[in-house]
């Protein structure tokens, strides 16, 4: 359950990127999640419903864009995303394959009023 | 028009209060400071902002963990995290390797409760730093910083981390080591290694360990490999059984060659 960790971290995240920009309140959190960040979506919205709670979050919509691995492969030069995890080219069967996304998580949008 | 940020509000050619915050180059009239607190600090002035952010949301954490990478860089130490579900032999194994490693090392320990595993290594003379996580499932890098602290970096070559016992919350986490050691063991059960698979691309090096139990349990040890390369193709994976020293020998081995790699 290290989703609360996450949470934490992006609701700070969220909070500074306000000071700056002189807003008094966040309305719309739009973040990526990639299907191997080791992360639960649901979870994750859960945690972060209950912890924006008295932050500048309160009252935030929370989106989740869920991103599937995407790998490039340097021998046939595909690009392709992956429902299964496998590091290899769906194509080729080469091995030699590059992660273009859906390790990671990011805050992409802020919405603030 | 103000050359701090291009806002039109007038005040900048009236030379009342006229003042400057950079030597001379450019003036302020403090009306102008005061209208354009106003204009930026009244909520009914600023309309619904939208701003493209695109950051990881572990930012701080990985930052951190750049610094102690760092920080063992300087001091010449190799990092290694270990992680593995409770009970797979972390500690285990490191007590073994004390008895047959060329390197010296020093163990950074995370559980939720208890000095317990610390106590063991020290009882081996291994220098061991508790870290008691509470109710976190994983350590981060500022955990490991504070850990960092205590540990004698300059008299140690290696220096582990001992993750928390689990197979899910450490994968998402850098600690700011050089590698990762991801151990399994033969009584888990098959399918670990598919079923855990964030975990597993994390691996550098895969221990399968208690492997002199494999008599007992229906374990495909070769299918387990396979399943570890599709997820992680160049990953090493070596067996390892604690009462036979060549294996555990081949561990350290494969530290000690790692270590001549970053010389």
């Not at chain 2, 954490?61 to 579900?85: F, P, T, W, Y």
């Not at chain 2, 079923?195 to 008599?215: C, E, G, H, N, S």
Request: with cysteine.
């Amino acid at each position: 359950m290290h989703e609360y960790s996450i949470v934490q971290s992006l609701l700070n995240q969220c909070e500074e990127i306000a000071m700056k920009n002189d807003a008094k309140k966040v309305v719309k959190v739009v973040t990526k999640i990639g299907a191997m960040s080791g992360v639960e979506p649901h979870l994750l919205e859960v945690a972060f419903n209950t912890f924006k709670e008295g932050t500048i979050c309160d009252s935030a919509e929370f989106i989740i864009n869920k991103q599937k691995l995407k790998l490039e492969c340097k021998e046939c030069g595909g690009i392709f995303e992956v429902d299964e995890v496998r590091y290899f080219c769906i194509k080729c069967q080469s091995l030699k394959v590059k992660v273009v996304d859906g390790e990671d998580m990011y805050l992409m949008r802020l919405e603030m009023e | 028009m103000c050359v701090d940020c291009g806002c039109s509000i007038r005040g900048i050619e009236e030379h009342t209060g006229e003042h400057s915050h950079d030597g001379g180059k450019t003036f302020h009239s403090h009306e102008h400071q005061k209208a354009h607190e106003h204009l930026h600090h009244n909520p009914q002035l600023n309309d619904a902002k939208t701003v493209s952010v695109i950051q990881k949301i572990l930012d701080k954490n990985d930052h951190e963990a750049d610094h102690n990478r760092e920080h063992l860089q300087e001091k010449g130490v190799l990092g290694i995290n270990l992680m593995s579900s409770p009970g797979a032999g972390k500690t285990t194994l490191l007590e073994h390797l004390g008895d047959v490693a060329n390197f010296k090392f020093g163990v950074i320990e995370g559980d939720l409760e208890t000095e317990r595993d610390a106590d063991r290594l020290r009882a081996k003379g291994i220098h061991a730093q508790q870290i008691q996580t509470g109710t976190a499932c994983h350590l981060d890098a500022f955990m490991v910083h504070k850990g960092l602290h205590h540990m004698p970096l300059d008299d140690i070559d290696v220096c582990f981390v001992e993750n928390v016992g689990n197979l899910v919350c450490p994968a998402s986490y850098d600690v700011g080591t050089h590698l990762n050691i991801v151990l399994v063991s033969v009584p888990e059960g098959e399918d670990k290694i598919a079923k855990y698979p964030v975990m597993f691309r994390q691996a550098d090096l895969i221990l399968i360990t208690k492997t002199d139990l494999l008599p007992y349990f229906q374990y495909d040890i070769e299918a387990e490999k396979a399943e570890a390369r599709k997820i992680k193709p160049n990953v090493d994976i070596l067996e390892v059984n604690v009462n036979d020293v060549q294996s555990v020998k081949a561990v350290a081995q494969w530290i000690e060659f790692k270590l001549k790699m970053r010389a």
